[in-house]
């Protein structure tokens, strides 16, 4: 019985690879360095924004001998991040609605209705993800400028919004074609409207590729420096980035090290915790996005 | 019913066709016109150059600077990740623990390239900065560097940042396309005495090849760019002596800072090309034998 029971483990289970790789420490090692890599710059920016401008300059491996929070505390008033991020809030939050509510309009209706030229409309918005936005940067500003929307909310939500949109499409659109067409049809038998097909019974379901692109679109427009660093030139009305950039200008002078580190791990820490809660999603969301 | 669905479609159709023609079409349209003219910003005062501009770039030796550097950076850096990304996801296969590695390798692809710009400039800062004070630490001090201010280091110190961000993006994508492998193929590569060297080359690099393609097409899209980077962590920015200088920032100064909007045009149009020649390059280089795996 006791051979019985030992003998035909190695039979039926063949060795799993990680019993050869636990011989060669290599890969193990490698895959750690490479985190070590990642992690220990952002550990080391965490840990300097609550030192002292003398530990950080003459010990920058140590932990501080106390915790100093007024740095962060300086940073969100005194070097205005906390407006930088109301800001970068305000136009995100707005274009991010803007985006979602067009892109999955057009994506609904060129996906789902035939017509004459829904072809030509769907390759109009497409192929403008493919043009490097340095090419429309100059028209741009003065497109913009004559619209009398320079250095506004109203002008950076909606070029954001006119900017990633075309991606939008793109992604919702092959997933409208993939959901049933037979509760749209019991809609519309009961009397719904087109309108209240689209809103009532197609963009619930559609809610899992509406979450993927939602939290693609939000990475991306709270990311943006190239379009607020044109378009968006008073001081008062700075985005996040762009806040952070002139920081690390005006602060360098003032050698203010420890406020300029604790700005940057004020503007690093929304996008962690979002990462932390939705880590799956988000990974999932944008290499979706990256494959289509 | 037919009435109303052509007001849904109108209704749906028309405001993003609006926005995507004024902010979008018609500013793309534009640039290609403006680069034949030498136009300042004026109203009105647009005149006919031709071919002008794009002569002038030829000249130009500091958008020359910028073309050999964004040169460099279009083999470097994706070569380069795709090689850390493609090694470690292979290595994550079998291996425990593999979840929490993904999970902080991904982190730097959500941070804004401003964030991490203004991050590496502190990391590579001459006295106080991360590399040079550990590279004391450890005993290695010979090694320290101005990595910025060296020309012979920038673009490299530049080219480091933008693979430190990518490759943890790249771990992902490579790892879903390698999960999509039948494990059978590496199992019966196992039983043949295949090691591990021979199941990567054989096994998995020709069946990510597409995943790959992908990645080398938005990398050097990344890597044409390079624009936050470059004006927000290098002397200059884009020195020393243009060393980083990149198309992208040449662009951005001669209009917004010179307010030659038809020589920077010029640049544009000349991205535009480079951007559309990679894609088709690549997107071609893999059309003749593709893998049919059932």
């Not at chain 1, 952070?244 to 820490?269: N, P």
């Not at chain 2, 560097?145 to 530049?158: E, G, Y």
């Not at chain 2, 494990?183 to 080359?201: C, N, Q």
């Not at chain 2, 535009?272 to 593709?290: C, I, K, S, Y």
Request: charged residues 10%.
């Amino acid at each position: 019985m006791t051979l019985l029971r030992s003998r035909p483990a190695p039979v039926l289970a063949p060795a799993p690879p990680a019993a050869t790789n636990r011989k060669n420490p290599l890969p193990q090692l490698a895959m750690l360095c490479w985190a070590v890599v990642t992690s220990l710059p952002l550990l080391w920016a965490v840990v300097s924004s609550v030192k002292s401008d003398d530990e950080i300059l003459n010990e920058p491996w140590s932990l501080p001998s106390t915790p100093r929070f007024d740095n962060w505390a300086r940073a969100w008033t005194g070097a205005s991040i906390g407006r930088y991020f109301l800001n970068s809030l305000i136009v995100v939050g707005g274009a991010l609605l803007l985006t979602m509510f067009l892109g999955a309009l057009v994506a609904y209706a060129l996906a789902r209705y035939e017509f004459r030229g829904n072809r030509f409309l769907y390759y109009t918005f497409v192929a403008a993800m493919f043009f490097p936005v340095f090419l429309a940067l100059v028209p741009l500003f003065f497109v913009v400028q004559r619209l009398g929307l320079l250095g506004t909310y109203p002008g950076l939500i909606l070029v954001y919004a006119a900017y990633a949109v075309p991606f939008t499409v793109f992604f919702l659109h092959s997933f409208f074609r993939t959901l049933p067409t037979e509760l749209a049809e019991a809609a519309f038998l009961d009397g719904c409207s087109h309108a209240a097909v689209f809103f009532r019974v197609m963009l619930p379901l559609a809610r899992p590729g509406l979450v993927a692109v939602g939290i693609f679109n939000f990475l991306g427009l709270w990311n943006q420096y190239l379009l607020p660093l044109v378009l968006n030139p008073d001081p008062d009305r700075y985005v996040l980035a762009q806040g952070l950039a002139a920081l690390s200008v005006s602060q360098g002078y003032r050698s203010d090290w420890g406020g300029l580190f604790a700005g940057l791990t004020i503007a690093m820490l929304p996008v962690l915790v979002a990462y932390v809660a939705f880590q799956r999603h988000i990974r999932a969301g944008m290499t979706a996005g990256a494959v289509k | 019913m037919r009435h109303g669905r052509w007001r849904f479609l109108l209704g749906a159709l028309v405001p993003a066709l609006v926005l995507h023609v004024v902010f979008v079409l018609s500013p793309y349209a534009q640039a290609f016109y403006l680069s034949l003219t030498d136009w300042t910003g004026v109203a009105g005062e647009a005149h006919f150059v031709g071919a002008g501009n794009y002569a002038r770039l030829g000249g130009d030796s500091l958008f020359l600077d910028a073309v050999r550097n964004n040169a460099v950076m279009l083999v470097v850096v994706p070569v380069a990740t795709i090689a850390l990304g493609l090694g470690l996801a292979s290595l994550l296969r079998t291996r425990r623990g593999s979840a929490g590695y993904q999970i902080v390798y991904f982190f730097p692809q959500l941070l804004s390239l401003v964030v991490i710009a203004v991050l590496w400039g502190f990391v590579y800062n001459p006295n106080t900065g991360l590399l040079n004070s550990g590279l004391r630490a450890v005993g290695l001090g010979g090694l320290t560097k101005s990595w910025l201010a060296d020309p012979a280091f920038a673009l490299a110190a530049v080219m480091a940042v933008l693979i430190w961000s990518s490759v943890g993006f790249y771990v992902v994508l490579f790892r879903a396309a390698i999960d999509a492998i039948p494990a059978e193929l590496y199992e019966a590569a196992l039983i043949d005495g295949a090691g591990s060297w021979t199941t990567f080359r054989r096994i998995t690099v020709p069946l990510v090849r597409e995943s790959v393609q992908v990645a080398f097409v938005y990398l050097g899209i990344a890597a044409l760019d390079g624009f936050a980077v470059v004006q927000v962590m290098t002397v200059g920015p884009g020195g020393p002596d243009g060393a980083t200088e990149v198309i992208g920032l040449s662009l951005y100064r001669n209009a917004f800072t010179y307010g030659k909007f038809g020589y920077a045009s010029a640049m544009g149009v000349a991205l535009f090309f480079a951007t559309l020649t990679l894609a088709v390059l690549a997107l071609r280089a893999g059309r003749n034998d593709r893998l049919e795996l059932a």
